[in-house]
């Protein structure tokens, strides 16, 4: 007779719940299986697709609007109206080599490059009211800038020379002067290894501008990029130095601050003795001898850079 085979109570039990393992396993699996198809299907349905066809009559309204239908709405978004935001465009296309896009024309492109410029906007803000991607609203701007840069020779002005017949009280004493030079700070973000470049003396992280203006306020030249922590003489030398940089001819000269060296070229003010115009304000001190007041009538004539500096900040 054969033997019966008896399992052992550890043996069942041991089975048992391998059993139960198997099963947990097996409910855990098809869980997140549903779980992913529910959710799959959540966001097709979620999602809405749009065809090119459905977005251009949006974002035609939407330019027409900005520049098309009143100067009110172009000046209030781009900060000029229709005529110049125009005369722009021209521009940008004949000089600085904008072209029409397969999908964005010139005056979207220009749109979009004020629409960032104007306010300060983020590119994600600008694609969302252009129902644009946001890697468009970013090339394009760039592709805008590119083109404005071409036209530095028609944006900034020639300077007039101060001559024998100028009248203006501030500026009739420095016969020949093309008009104030100065820099700088403005703000930027860089990366942290370069955060200690671009640390000013005021602990702002910043790049180092130098500009020059004539006396009508129009900047004539312009050398940004230097690190806050350069010295204003520093960028000036190089500004000197550079092929088509800064150049004085003999005769001339600007009005500069004691951060330059009185040379030839740049007329600074004498040291050690009261400049600024708050020290010359009503019931202080006048002039006493003809140093200080040669001082006091350079920093009246000089001060325009800074009205410059100051419009164009508030911009």
């Known amino acids: 007779m054969a033997r019966i085979f008896r399992p ?15 099963h947990m396993q ?15 299907h959540g966001r097709r ?25 009143s100067d009110v ?9 229709r005529n110049t935001f125009g005369k722009l465009c021209k521009l940008l296309e004949d000089v600085g080599g904008l072209k029409n896009q397969k999908f ?16 300060h906007k983020k590119s994600r803000v600008v694609a969302l009211d252009f129902l644009r991607s ?42 020949g002067c093309i008009g104030a030079l100065d820099g700088t700070y403005i703000n930027v973000l860089v990366s942290n290894t370069d955060k200690p470049r671009y640390r000013t003396r005021k602990g702002q992280i910043a790049t180092n501008t130098l500009a020059a203006c004539d006396r009508h306020i129009r900047f004539i030249y312009v050398l940004p990029g230097w690190e ?12 000197v130095s550079r092929p088509h940089g800064l150049k004085v001819l ?28 708050k020290e010359w304000a009503v019931g202080a001190q006048k002039p006493q001898n003809p140093i200080e007041l040669f001082n006091l009538r350079h920093t009246k004539a000089r001060n325009v850079i800074e009205r410059a500096f100051a419009v164009l900040k508030m911009r």
Request: hydrophobic content about 45%.
């Open 26 to 40: 097996t409910l855990t699996i098809l869980y997140l299986y549903l779980k992913r198809r529910h959710l799959v």
């Open 73 to 81: 709405d172009c000046f209030v978004n781009f900060r000029m109206d």
């Open 104 to 119: 964005l024309s010139i005056e979207e492109q220009v749109a979009i490059f004020l629409g960032v410029l104007a306010y």
């Open 228 to 239: 806050g922590s350069a010295g204003d003489s520093r960028v000036l030398r190089d500004a």
């Open 45 to 69: 349905r979620a999602l809405r697709h749009y065809s090119l066809l459905e977005r251009v009559p949006s974002q035609v309204r939407h330019l027409n609007r900005l520049v098309r239908l």
């Open 8 to 22: 052992s109570t550890t043996i069942y039990l041991l089975i048992k719940d391998i059993l139960r393992l198997l």
């Open 250 to 277: 003999i005769g001339n000269y600007f009005l500069c601050d004691n951060g330059y060296a009185n040379s030839e070229g740049f007329l600074t003010p004498y040291k050690g003795v009261g400049y600024h115009l």
């Open 134 to 175: 946001g890697e468009t609203v970013s090339r394009y701007v760039h592709i805008v800038l590119d083109a404005l840069l071409a036209l530095h020779p028609l944006l900034l002005a020639k300077p007039a020379l101060v001559d024998e017949e100028t009248t203006d009280p501030r500026w009739k004493y420095f016969k």
